[in-house]
Every structure is written in C-alpha cells, then in structure tokens.
C-alpha cells in the first residue's frame, strides 16, 4: 500500500508532462511567451516595448530550458521517493531512479515527433536527464536530513 501511495505522484507527474508534451508547437510557445513577458516585465518594471519585445525572444529560451530542466528535477526526486522503498541498495535505487526518468525523457521527446510543429531534440533528452538527476541528488539530501534529525531525536530520548 505505501508503495502505491509513493507510485500516484510519480504518475502525476508522468500525466502532467505527457499532456504539455502533447500540446502543439503555437499552443507551447504561446504558453511560454506569456510567462517570458510576465518576467521581463517583473524585471524591467515596465510595459512590454518593441526593443524590449527582443529581450522576450532571447529570454525565452531559457525559459523553456528552465522548464524542461525543472520539470524532470521534480519528476527525478518523486521516482526517487518511489524507488527508495524497495529493499535493494542505495547505488540501484539511485540507478534506477535516473534510468528511469531518463527513459522517460526519451520517449517523451519521440512522442513530441508527432505532434503538430513539434521535434524531438537530444539536447532536450539530456538536459531532461540532468534535472532528474539533480532531483535524485535532492531527494538524497533530504533523506539524509530526515535521518539526522531523527537519530538527534532518538539521541536525545535516551538521554532523558
């Protein structure tokens, strides 16, 4: 039962990116645009300009890539979550966990071949694959946290 409760969020998170995946090139770059304009205009503290316009092209990009690489962190750290509850060791569940979203990352950008104005692109595979594993790495840093502050915990129950 609690690893069906760990596997849910892991395919949210699957649905989540299948569904932006899934939107046509217009719809995607219109979306990112929005929140492009949204940050320089945060930044700038004005209205979008033309020259300014231009900053919004060259922002977008890493918008995008921004997105992307945070999407699969956060995909990387909940297949961690799962993962970590099976008893094999700590490099397996690291491996598998990485394997996995990479994987995923794979058969994502092939289904972006499908849709209307859409490419698959390596880079994208493995930008998606770092962010899972800096998500991997996080959730590591987590546990490893949680753990500390557990056995102060117990440390200091005994003492009392």
């Given at each position: ?30 979306t990112?645009?929005?929140?492009t ?5 945060i930044?700038s ?21 921004t997105?992307?690489?945070t999407?699969?962190a956060i995909?990387g750290f ?6 970590y509850?099976?008893?094999?060791t ?18 994502d950008e ?8 859409r ?12 962010g899972?594993a ?14 500390d502050?557990?056995?102060k915990?117990n440390?200091k129950?005994?003492?009392?």
């Amino acid at each position: 039962m609690k690893k069906l409760i760990f596997f849910i969020p892991v395919v949210l998170w699957m649905v989540i990116v299948f569904k932006f995946s899934n939107e046509p090139a217009d719809t995607s770059q219109l979306t990112s645009l929005n929140i492009t304009k949204k940050i320089v205009k945060i930044i700038s503290k004005n209205e979008i300009t033309d020259e300014k316009d231009e900053l919004v092209q060259r922002v977008d990009k890493i918008v995008r890539k921004t997105a992307h690489y945070t999407l699969y962190a956060i995909g990387g750290f909940l297949i961690m979550i799962y993962i970590y509850q099976y008893k094999i060791t700590e490099n397996k569940k690291i491996l598998y966990s990485i394997l996995t979203g990479s994987i995923y990352a794979c058969t994502d950008e092939i289904h972006q071949v499908f849709i209307p104005g859409r490419t698959g692109e390596i880079t994208d595979v493995c930008l998606d694959s770092l962010g899972v594993a800096t998500g991997v790495c996080v959730c590591l840093l987590a546990i490893k946290i949680i753990r500390d502050i557990k056995l102060k915990i117990n440390l200091k129950e005994k003492q009392n």
